[in-house]
């Protein structure tokens, strides 16, 4: 079971269809102990950040979320959904998030058309499961005005070339985010949700 949580905002409904339509059962919630049970979580990223910050704490969920990813649950975070997992972004004038990804969130370098919108390639910076079948360099859907930069710079395993080169894809332990949208990105995305999915259930099969 896939739990996605619903923070009154972001595209859920394309990321339930995702796995869905991957065979998997999926339920969307708000709710502190759906967070604290839940065998695997995604976390779906259209918003603001301080508007999503605020709808988180009111929701309870902040506390829970840390609890979750810090016990090494496996956990998908897209777009502001892997930006909110650093310490703190400058979109809203600047704005804490959840500091779990120790790094800052930047706005888009100067020169190029803000937000990115549309498709570009990913380079693979280092083999793991989550890329596993998706040809290097395959593209993806972005929307955003805003990249990661975290301190640790080994946690980047994705780029792309917007300007500068943008952080696209972080993991560490059982969490991986991406800045672009996989359920917007065709087969590709779809693979990299059952991925996510195949990482999910094997941690769980470790678990028991």
């Known amino acids: 079971m896939i739990t996605i949580i619903d923070y009154g905002a972001g595209n859920i409904r394309s990321v339930f269809n995702a796995i869905s339509t991957l065979g998997q059962q999926a339920i969307v919630t708000n709710s502190p102990g759906d967070v604290l049970t839940a065998e695997a979580i ?14 988180l704490e009111a929701s309870g969920l902040i506390t829970p979320l840390r609890l979750f990813i810090e016990n090494n649950r496996p956990f998908l975070g897209i777009c502001i959904g892997m930006q909110l997992l650093f310490t703190y972004t400058e979109e809203d004038k ?15 370098s100067p020169g190029v ?52 080169s943008i952080c696209s894809v972080i ?37 028991i």
């Open 171 to 207: 993991t560490r332990g059982n969490l991986v985010a991406t800045q672009f949208h996989p359920e917007k990105s065709g087969e590709v995305g779809l693979k990299i949700y059952n991925n996510f999915i195949k990482l999910a259930l094997a941690h769980r099969v470790f678990d």
């Open 113 to 164: 058309k803000i937000p990115q919108i549309g498709w570009n390639q990913v380079n693979q910076k280092s083999l793991h499961p989550i890329f596993d079948g998706i040809p290097n360099r395959s593209n993806f859907y972005f929307a955003h005005s805003y990249y990661a930069r975290p301190e640790d710079e080994s946690l980047v395993i994705g780029e792309a070339e917007y300007g500068i």
């Open 42 to 55: 995604i976390l779906p990223g259209v918003g603001a950040a301080g508007d999503v910050m605020k709808n």
């Open 94 to 108: 600047g704005q804490q998030c959840l500091d779990i990804i120790p790094g800052r969130v930047r706005r888009l």
